[in-house]
C-alpha cells in the first residue's frame, strides 16, 4: 500500500509564503513524476507545477516566478515553496506522483488527501 501525505497548508495574507510537503511511504521502489495540482472554489482541478525524477521543473504559467517546486529522493518527498501568495491562490492543493510499486509490482499513479491554503488579509 502507498500512500501520500501533504502538510503545510494554512491562512496567509496576501504577499506572505507557505511550503507544502507532500511525503510518499510504502512498498516503493522508485518515483518517477511529482505534481502539485490545485483546485480552487468552483474551478477544475489543474496543475501547478511538476518535477522529474532528475529535477526538471515545470510550471503554470500563473505560479510562474512564485512558486517553486523541489524534491528530497532520499525522503521520498516533493516540496511547494509558494512566495508572494495572492488571493487567487485560494484552493485546496493535491500531490500526485508516479510510483513505481514493489509488491505487487506496478506503476500507479497516487494522490494526497489534499491540504487548504487560504490567502486573504
Known amino acids: 500500500q502507498v500512500q501520500l501525505v501533504e502538510s503545510g497548508g494554512g491562512l496567509v495574507q496576501p504577499g506572505g509564503s507557505l511550503r507544502l510537503s507532500c511525503a510518499a511511504s510504502?512498498?516503493?521502489?522508485?518515483?518517477?513524476?511529482m505534481a502539485w495540482y490545485r483546485q480552487g472554489p468552483g474551478a477544475e482541478r489543474e496543475r501547478v507545477a511538476v518535477?522529474?525524477?532528475?529535477?526538471?521543473?515545470n510550471y503554470a504559467d500563473s505560479v510562474k516566478g512564485r512558486f517553486t517546486i523541489s524534491r528530497d529522493n532520499a525522503k521520498n518527498t516533493v516540496y511547494l515553496q509558494m512566495d508572494s501568495l495572492k488571493p487567487e491562490d485560494t484552493a485546496v492543493y493535491y500531490c500526485?506522483?508516479?510510483?513505481?510499486?514493489?509488491?505487487?509490482?506496478?506503476?500507479?499513479?497516487?494522490w494526497g488527501q489534499g491540504t487548504q491554503v487560504t490567502v486573504s488579509s
Open positions: 500526485k506522483a508516479d510510483i513505481v510499486v514493489r509488491s505487487p509490482w506496478h506503476i500507479g499513479n497516487y
Open positions: 510504502g512498498s516503493i521502489s522508485r518515483i518517477n513524476l
Open positions: 518535477i522529474t525524477s532528475d529535477s526538471s521543473t
